[in-house]
Nanobody
Framework: QVQLVESGGGPVQTGGSLRLSCAASEYTSCMAWFRQAPGKEREGVAHINLIGATTYADSVKGRFSISRDNTKQEILHLDMSDLRPDDTATYFC?????????????????WGQGTQVTVSS
């Protein structure tokens, strides 16, 4: 069972930046960030595979950057800039084994508990 622990959320003003991090208990093939706003479904934000290939949701392209550091421990990052009120959500880290990454919730087996990001105008 892969354990994922997110950190780095908090309040920020419109136009500000935040870095989210996710520490994984073991190495996995694909890692991703999802987010869920109140009353909405969980949606994919970005994912990254073992060789560092990345995919982003259209709503965050050019503003968010996903990366992973697996030198000593598997750590996933999400660097968020130019934040907007509609980026407000709980952000979840997810991971899976296997060759193909996914942008959908049902493509991931392991989930963190989430970290809240609140962007005020």
């Amino acid at each position: 069972q892969v354990q994922l622990v997110e950190s780095g959320g908090g309040p920020v003003q419109t136009g500000g930046s935040l870095r989210l991090s996710c520490a994984a208990s073991e190495y996995t093939s694909c890692m991703a960030w999802f987010r869920q706003a109140p009353g909405k479904e969980r949606e994919g934000v970005a994912h990254i595979n073992l060789i560092g290939a990345t995919t982003y949701a259209d709503s965050v392209k050019g503003r968010f950057s996903i990366s992973r550091d697996n030198t000593k421990q598997e750590i996933l990052h999400l660097d968020m800039s130019d934040l907007r009120p509609d980026d407000t959500a709980t952000y979840f880290c997810a991971a899976k084994f296997g060759p193909h990454c996914s942008a959908t919730v049902d493509g991931y087996n392991f989930w963190g508990q989430g970290t809240q990001v609140t962007v005020s105008s």
